[in-house]
């Protein structure tokens, strides 16, 4: 057998591994950060829940990565303070996210989440790397499903053209 036989744990990472996971951890620091300040900035309650989960949830995978990181020797990436907490009105009505936005922006990072979470997935060599974010895929694809929904529902989402196909009798 060779070098990439036996306990995954105990293969070495490839340049590739080493590169998108370190990049999925800063995007991740900063996504959490960012959604900390938007959580200042959220009026509506089933936003601030989402937020919240989404938060909590980064937080979780943060642990996870930053484990598998320092096992396999690899830096950290920064991470960025949390912002202080402020009081909705205490913010000026022009200088506020709106709600919308901040939905909005959940909604894209979600995607973006996914898609980075599968290109991990794709290039490991390590099972345990691709386990471990294909959990973090599913937790995204749960969340980014309430996020559409909570959008759906206030109004907020903004579609594309629809395409209505239009049978016609000839």
């Avoid at 919240?52 to 990436?77: D, F, R, S, Y």
Wanted: proline fraction near 8%; aromatic fraction near 4%.
């Amino acid at each position: 057998m060779g070098i990439l036989s036996g306990n995954p744990k105990d293969e070495p990472l490839h340049y590739g591994e080493v590169f998108d996971i370190w990049a999925s951890q800063l995007a991740g620091n900063n996504m959490i950060s960012g959604y900390k300040t938007m959580l200042n900035h959220a009026g509506d309650e089933d936003l601030k829940k989402i937020l919240i989960e989404a938060i909590e949830t980064g937080e979780q995978q943060k642990k996870q990565i930053e484990e598998l990181l320092k096992e396999n020797g690899v830096g950290l990436p920064p991470v960025m303070p949390d912002p202080p907490e402020a009081c909705l009105e205490d913010i000026p009505i022009g200088a506020r996210i709106p709600d919308p936005a901040i939905a909005a922006t959940l909604a894209a990072d979600t995607a973006a989440g996914l898609v980075a979470c599968s290109q991990v997935i794709g290039m490991s060599i390590r099972e345990d790397v691709a386990m471990m974010y294909g959990q973090f895929h599913i937790q995204k694809a749960a969340l980014g499903a309430k996020i559409l929904r909570l959008n759906k529902e206030k109004g907020w989402l903004i579609p594309p053209p629809l395409h209505l196909n239009k049978h016609h009798d000839c």
